[in-house]
T-cell receptor, first 118, second 115 residues
Framework: SAVISQKPSRDICQRGTSLTIQCQVD?????MFWYRQQPGQSLTLIAT?????????ESGFVIDKFPISRPNLTFSTLTVSNMSPEDSSIYLC????FGTGGYTGELFFGEGSRLTVL | AQTVTQSQPEMSVQEAETVTLSCTYD???????LFWYKQPPSRQMILVIR??????QNATENRFSVNFQKAAKSFSLKISDSQLGDTAMYFC????????????FGQGTILTVHP
């Protein structure tokens, strides 16, 4: 398993501002991802955070709005830029691990960062 | 593209009883993984149970078991001896064999366990 710490846990932001969320993992991991959970909704993958290169974004998400950094195998940041009330969501960092038998398929999640944009 | 459907937005059960949550999925892949995740009010996503598609035997984890019907693309979760701590949102999720972390989640089912 992996222990994933996210900061901030929650924040209230003003429209038009940007906020950076940090994700720290207690071990080196190859696969790291950022998901969004809008109020009362399911989780949607924003992007794959690639160590040492640009993140890979899913359809509907762009780098200008959600820039991601991943300087090493234990840390990543997600910035939500020029926020609007529609960005009010829980943002979750997740990692995938390889077991002794190879890739297990499962993800471990941080506790999430709840952003409210006024 | 894969889709995951949970047709029960809300379910309730009395403590100590058994409840089954439904999930169906659609995929053209032959090798994949299926999961049930639990999200209590604390927001922490917790893996409840995992099933590899190539395994015919249904996965079991203590009070939690699945009924995996590959041909029907159905993956239901049975919770036996329900406890108050089981109250949470439950998500069914799919991962293709080569998608490496790209989980597709269902809409979720809110389960409430009543004393």
């Amino acid at each position: 398993s992996a222990v994933i710490s996210q900061k901030p846990s929650r924040d209230i932001c003003q429209r038009g501002t940007s906020l950076t969320i940090q994700c720290q993992v207690d071990s080196q991991v190859t696969m790291m991802f950022w998901y969004r959970q809008q109020p009362g909704q399911s989780l949607t993958l924003i992007a794959t955070a690639n160590q040492g290169s640009e993140a890979t974004y899913e359809s509907g998400f762009v780098i200008d709005k959600f820039p991601i950094s991943r300087p090493n195998l234990t840390f990543s940041t997600l910035t939500v830029s020029n926020m609007s009330p529609e960005d009010s969501s829980i943002y979750l960092c997740s990692v995938g691990l390889f077991g002794t038998g190879g890739y297990t398929g499962e993800l471990f999640f941080g506790e999430g960062s709840r952003l409210t944009v006024l | 593209a894969q889709t995951v459907t949970q047709s029960q937005p809300e379910m309730s059960v009395q403590e100590a009883e058994t409840v089954t949550l439904s999930c169906t999925y659609d995929t053209s892949e032959n090798n994949y993984y299926l999961f049930w995740y639990k999200q209590p009010p604390s927001r922490q996503m917790i893996l409840v149970i995992r099933q590899e598609a190539y395994k015919q035997q249904n996965a079991t984890e203590n009070r939690f078991s699945v009924n995996f019907q590959k041909a029907a693309k159905s993956f239901s979760l049975k919770i036996s001896d329900s406890q108050l701590g089981d109250t949470a949102m439950y998500f069914c999720a799919f991962a293709g064999g080569t998608s490496y972390g790209k989980l597709t989640f269902g809409q979720g089912t809110i389960l409430t366990v009543h004393p």
